[in-house]
C-alpha cells in the first residue's frame, strides 16, 4: 500500500475553520490594525496575535477615533457660537 495522494485530504476549510469568503473580513481588519496602528506593529505581529487582543485593540481604536469625532464636532460647535456677529443699525432719520 502507497501513501495517500494528498487530492484524498483536499478539504473546503484550510484555515482553522475560516471559510474562503471570511477571509476578505480576517484581511480586512488586519488591515485596519495596522493602518491605525501607524507603523507601530507590523504584519507578521498582528496576525499571529491571538483574536481576543486584536479585537480589544480593534475596539479601543474605534473608541479612540470616536471620542477624537465627538470632541471636534464639540470645538465646531463652540467656535460657530463664538463668531461674533456685528448688529448692524439702522441710520437715524
Known amino acids: 500500500m502507497g501513501a495517500p ?14 471559510k474562503a469568503e471570511d477571509r476578505p473580513k480576517l484581511h480586512d481588519r488586519l488591515f485596519d490594525l ?9 504584519w507578521d505581529t498582528i496576525y499571529n496575535m491571538p483574536v481576543f ?3 480589544f485593540y480593534i475596539k479601543k481604536i474605534n473608541k479612540m477615533y470616536d471620542q477624537k469625532k465627538d ?5 465646531a ?3 460657530a457660537q463664538k463668531q461674533f456677529k456685528p448688529k448692524i443699525q ?4
Do not use: N, Y
Open 53 to 55: 487582543l486584536r479585537t
Open 34 to 42: 495596522i493602518w491605525a496602528g501607524e507603523g507601530r506593529w507590523d
Open 77 to 79: 460647535r463652540k467656535k
Open 5 to 18: 495522494s494528498p487530492l484524498g485530504f483536499r478539504s473546503d476549510q484550510t484555515f482553522f475553520g475560516f
Open 71 to 75: 470632541l471636534e464636532a464639540e470645538q
Open 90 to 93: 439702522k441710520p437715524p432719520m
